[in-house]
């Protein structure tokens, strides 16, 4: 599942973003790459131990991990640390496919969930797209800044190389609850139903008991 998540971001934590970044330090990209990525990913990513970084990573943890269609969409456990990523003229990031575990905090994460939150606005650069190829297709996206894409992290993916400008954004994966990329489908579709419906009829009805139940268990059964 690959889907676009609008305005998780809004323009008053833009802004705020944006005056805090000029503050930060930068290192090469491949420091945070497998050994196999690394050949081929040419962008910096930002220091955020900074108390300028540290303001920037709570503010993005704290849309990321609070968005609503993220959380029915993901269903997470665990999520990685956060990258600030900075590409300009001439950089990319070859295709790849994410490590399929990570450290954090306390223990490892399996990357089941792969995300790119922009944080520049598309007219700000040039090329620079999210390649990500799946069986007989490959798509090409560029969102706008505050919107998120949330794809499998078990898909050979890529920035195409940005031939001006520079593109930021905040990358991170998730460990979901429910490991199987359909089930988590199911469950996503079913919430969407649940919220569609939600005006509609109420929370006590048979029809909406019976829906929150069905959700309730299958949760329990593919987790």
């Not at 600030?84 to 969930?113: C, V, W």
């Not at 469950?187 to 939600?198: E, H, I, R, V, Y």
């Amino acid at each position: 599942m690959l889907i676009t998540i609008s305005n998780v971001l809004d323009a008053d934590h833009l802004t705020l973003l944006r005056g805090l970044i000029p503050a930060l330090t930068w290192k090469d990209g491949a420091d945070t790459a497998g050994h196999v990525a690394k050949r081929v990913k040419h962008n910096q990513q930002a220091d955020l131990s900074s108390g300028s970084g540290q303001k920037i990573e709570q503010v993005l943890r704290g849309a990321v991990t609070e968005n609503a269609v993220l959380n029915a969409a993901a269903i997470p456990r665990h999520f990685s640390k956060l990258l600030l990523s900075k590409t300009e003229t001439g950089g990319g990031y070859g295709l790849h496919i994410d490590n399929p575990f990570m450290q954090i905090a306390d223990g490892s994460l399996r990357t089941d969930m792969s995300f790119t939150l922009f944080l520049s606005s598309p007219e700000d650069y040039e090329g620079g797209e999210l390649v990500i190829e799946h069986a007989g297709q490959t798509q090409e996206l560029k969102a706008a800044a505050g919107d998120l894409i949330l794809y499998p992290s078990t898909s050979l993916h890529k920035v195409a190389t940005v031939t001006s400008g520079t593109r930021l954004v905040c990358v991170g994966w998730i460990e979901s609850r429910i490991r199987d990329a359909a089930d988590r489908e199911t469950l996503f579709d079913l919430s969407n139903l649940q919220a569609d419906l939600q005006p509609r009829l109420a929370g006590q009805s048979a029809e909406m008991l019976v829906l929150s139940k069905l959700i309730a268990n299958l949760k329990r059964r593919f987790s």
